[in-house]
């Protein structure tokens, strides 16, 4: 300070002499203007003086002044570096090369007890290596961990290349993000949760015992979520609205909802167990918004089947549980109700467009075909849009084209988006995905849209139909449109080449009535063969081509068991017109192999692999490919999978087949 008061001073007294210069140059102008020779040497001698002065204010005090400034610098630098020592930031200099050349008293009573000396910063954070710092451009952050500490770095450079200096500061975020993290676990998610055979276990039970089967479902629930320190609220006889902790979601994430478990213990002599469906909102930026997310979590639960929960936030959908088959509903009110209000939207429509997924099956076919007679009894112009036809339906549709079928019944996807306008509507069978629709432009430009299928929903899903009739306790969707051609009007009569088509369809997804088949899929067989279906033409269209046979044969001779339970094979598809339908006919066959929970066939076909998955009633195959972009049924499921080899696909599957079981999903 005294320094700086004394370099201030002689600052000062330097510029107040400066005015007298100032004062004789005014002087000797004035002389000059004066007459004569007198104002002309009063002028020079004045000019003459202030040179004198200036000569003798410069070289007089310069030497006093410099020592003044140069006192200040060395005062003030003394200064800069006890505040940088005493800062409350912990602070350090360190070379290009990682060494750290100097620390102030903050970074080192931040490390004290931890490895105090050390001379290279990368020995303290070994990912700040010497070479990463190269790539540090003026200033960058990282967040890091030194043993229980939570460090914010900061790494600024200065200089050139050669003699380049980083500063790094230390920021101390541990109390910061663990109270961050605590508001965290403490924000509230909302959950419905329904059960979802309510009234079926209701009826297995005698009347006098049902009070206490609700009882005993109430007091299981309810001691479940208490533990969880819950708000539980029963809405209805078989749905709940709950609200908890993050904390506590994480807490049934880890334990993968065992109350799904729990609550198929109670059994007061009822013959059916009871299954729950959870949806939980988490994430939301409102509660409203948690209530919503809460909402579409339980659709998806219950449109997959049931017996799950699904957790919906802003990122994404994760699923949990799903290990039972779902049950079949006996009664066809749903199926009923959405028939009828199939009638009234296609009353106020002109045209229909109808399409199922790529690569058609007999499936997708049938049901596109029992659309197609629904609208023509209704008197409406309807088109199929099937682009590309492979073998597996070629013989079924040749019945179709010319005699007394239009020639428009079977248009491509550019035909069908010339025609489409505002009076005409979507129909989508046999599948919910927009990725993998036969025609995907056509389902952006419709305005109306209507999807029918009996897969279960998974994340990608068609979001803009305006009905939306997805049973995943049928066994195809030509079973659904059979029982929707039986209710939405007494007109309807199906043709001989139709109904062979849809019985077809159910034959296959069924696999000759061994899989997924109930009283309704044959009550939906019943009225298709009293409507001209015949078995025997039926079987002699899908009669196999000697090379599709020997294909399939060498697909199950070279099939590898995996994990004792797990047959996994790859078919061939050189030389074969449908290579991906003989590969799903493989995994069929192979699960007449004793011991075999599931099987998995590979097929590679136009640059990608084509995976075939089947099971009978132990492993959820369709939790098993949607770990690999897929989906489908429980037991019959498939996936695509771009840019792999055959060899890499299978490597995945068994990859995944570990992660299941050790997670106990299988």
């Avoid at 609200?243 to 013959?271: A, C, P, W």
């Amino acid at each position: 300070m005294k320094e700086e008061k004394k370099a201030q001073e002689l600052l000062q007294s330097y510029l107040r002499w400066a005015l007298i210069p100032a004062v004789l140059s005014v002087a000797a102008a004035i002389a000059l203007l004066l007459p004569g020779r007198h104002g002309r040497r009063g002028a020079a001698f004045m000019l003459l003086v202030i040179l004198v002065f200036c000569l003798r204010l410069y070289f007089g005090s310069r030497k006093h002044i410099l020592r003044a400034m140069v006192s200040y610098a060395v005062a003030t630098d003394a200064l800069q570096k006890r505040l940088s020592d005493d800062l409350d930031v912990a602070y350090a200099l360190m070379d290009r090369g990682g060494t750290l050349v100097w620390q102030n008293r903050a970074w080192k009573r931040l490390l004290k007890g931890r490895r105090l000396h050390m001379g290279r910063l990368e020995e303290l954070f070994p990912e700040l290596m010497a070479t990463r710092l190269t790539e540090v451009g003026e200033c960058e952050d990282f967040h890091l961990k030194l043993d229980e500490l939570r460090l914010r770095v900061r790494v600024t450079r200065t200089g050139e290349a050669m003699d380049r200096i980083f500063a790094v500061y230390l920021y101390d975020e541990t109390a910061l993000l663990a109270l961050q993290e605590e508001n965290d676990s403490r924000q509230m998610v909302a959950g419905l949760l329904y059960l979802d055979n309510y009234e079926e276990a209701m009826e297995s039970v005698d009347e006098v015992r049902r009070s206490l089967l609700t009882a005993m479902i109430d007091r299981k629930i309810v001691r479940c979520f208490d533990a969880l320190h819950a708000i539980i609220r029963k809405l209805e006889k078989d749905k709940y609205f709950f609200v908890i902790e993050r904390q506590y979601l994480y807490t049934l994430q880890e334990s993968q909802f065992d109350i799904l478990e729990q609550v198929k213990t109670v059994n007061i002599g009822n013959e059916m167990r009871i299954t729950l469906s959870i949806g939980i909102g988490d994430g939301g930026e409102s509660y409203d918004q948690c209530y919503e997310f809460a909402r579409q979590a339980i659709d998806m639960a219950l449109g997959r089947g049931g017996d799950q929960a699904v957790v919906k936030n802003a990122e994404g959908i994760r699923y949990y549980g799903g290990k039972s088959n779902s049950k079949e509903k006996t009664t066809r009110v749903k199926a009923r109700v959405k028939a009828h209000a199939f009638r009234e939207l296609l009353e106020n429509k002109d045209r229909l467009f109808i399409m199922g997924h790529k690569m058609m099956d007999i499936d997708s076919l049938g049901s596109a075909i029992g659309v197609w007679r629904i609208a023509q009894t209704m008197e409406k112009r309807a088109h199929i849009v099937a682009s590309v036809v492979n073998s597996s339906v070629g013989p079924m549709m040749k019945r179709f084209t010319g005699g007394e079928y239009p020639e428009d019944m079977f248009i491509s996807e550019e035909k069908a988006l010339e025609l489409l306008d505002e009076g005409s509507v979507l129909v989508v069978v046999d599948t919910n995905r927009p990725s993998i629709v036969e025609a995907p432009k056509l389902l952006e430009a419709a305005k109306t849209v209507v999807v029918l299928d009996h897969h279960r929903q998974s994340q990608d899903y068609i979001k803009n139909a305006q009905l939306s009739y997805v049973e995943t306790s049928a066994s195809s969707a030509c079973e659904m449109v059979s029982e929707i051609v039986q209710y939405i009007s007494d007109n309807v009569k199906l043709r001989a080449a139709e109904a062979d088509a849809m019985y077809a369809g159910i034959v296959i997804d069924t696999h000759n009535f061994m899989n997924q088949s109930g009283v309704r899929t044959f009550e939906a067989a019943a009225f298709l063969r009293r409507n001209g279906a015949d078995v025997t033409r039926v079987r002699k269209l899908f009669r196999e081509k000697l090379e599709d046979y020997r294909a399939k044969a060498e697909a199950i001779h070279n099939a590898e068991i995996y994990r004792e339970h797990f047959a996994i094979s790859i078919c061939p598809s050189e030389g074969l017109e449908s290579p991906t339908v003989i590969g799903a006919q493989a995994a069929n066959d192979l699960l007449d192999i004793v011991g075999i929970k599931a099987s998995i066939v590979l097929t590679e076909y136009e640059e990608k692999v084509y995976v075939s998955a089947r099971s009978i009633d132990e492993v959820n195959v369709q939790v098993m490919l949607e770990k690999l972009g897929g989906g489908g049924h429980r037991t019959i499921a498939g996936a695509q999978l771009p840019g792999v080899t055959a060899e890499d696909a299978a490597a995945k599957i068994r990859a995944v087949i570990d992660e299941m079981l050790e997670k106990g999903e299988i």
